[in-house]
């Protein structure tokens, strides 16, 4: 891809620690050994990992992104607790493309 041989494919494997919804979380359809090889694997540890160990930022820094990006969620669930209710006319708002 990077010397413009034509498209590439990324294939991303990713893994769900959680269940579908709460209550599927102890069906118990995944081994514990399955669920340790892929949080060994976690790609967020890993490239945690990786910044730290290059020196692009530290364990500090990297925990202040994680200060800021939980404070904004916060706000963010602030703002929809506190948001009225939507009506239903805006059920299907920006659901459909409508400008084609």
């Known amino acids: 891809a990077r010397r413009g041989d034509g498209p590439t494919l990324?294939?991303?494997q990713t893994y769900r620690y959680h269940g579908h919804f709460g209550a599927d979380d102890p069906l118990g359809y995944r081994s514990e050994e399955e669920q340790e090889y892929y949080m060994d694997r976690d790609c967020i540890?890993?490239?945690t990992a990786h910044i730290i160990e290059n020196g692009f930022a530290g364990e500090d820094d990297l925990q202040s992104l994680d200060e800021k990006a939980l404070a904004a969620i916060a706000e963010?669930?602030?703002?929809?607790d506190e948001s009225p209710f939507p009506d239903d006319t805006d059920l299907l708002t920006d659901v459909?493309?409508?400008?084609a």
């Not at 963010?76 to 929809?80: E, G, L, Q």
């Not at 459909?96 to 400008?99: D, G, I, V």
Request: charged residues 20%.
């Open 76 to 80: 963010a669930v602030r703002f929809a």
């Open 10 to 12: 990324i294939e991303a």
């Open 96 to 99: 459909y493309n409508t400008y």
């Open 45 to 47: 540890k890993q490239l």
